[in-house]
């Protein structure tokens, strides 16, 4: 069964790669969905999979790639088209 959840990262997390490395971890995990920039200096992500599939990828959230510092993390339901079936940079 597929589970959806929306992703809101603040903290140093623009300009330190956090998109590009978020897509290649949901690559890595076979997690389909996708990560953008917030207007607000926020990263936003809807990662979509099996239950331990988002467990692994919400702990790699919680700390993001070598150069980020992720402040708060906020979780909440999501949706994706069943049709989604990559990790996207939008």
């Not at 099996?50 to 959230?61: D, N």
């Amino acid at each position: 069964m597929r589970v959806c959840k929306h992703a809101r990262i603040e903290g140093r997390v623009q300009g330190v790669g956090f998109r590009y490395y978020t897509q290649m971890q949901a690559q890595r995990l076979g997690i389909c969905g996708w990560v953008r920039n917030g207007s607000d200096g926020s990263v936003e992500a809807m990662i979509c999979g099996k239950i331990e599939q988002l467990e692994a990828m919400k702990q790699w959230l919680k700390c993001g790639p070598d150069y980020a510092h992720v402040a708060l993390i906020e979780f909440s339901a999501g949706h994706l088209q069943d049709s989604c079936n990559d990790f996207r940079i939008v």
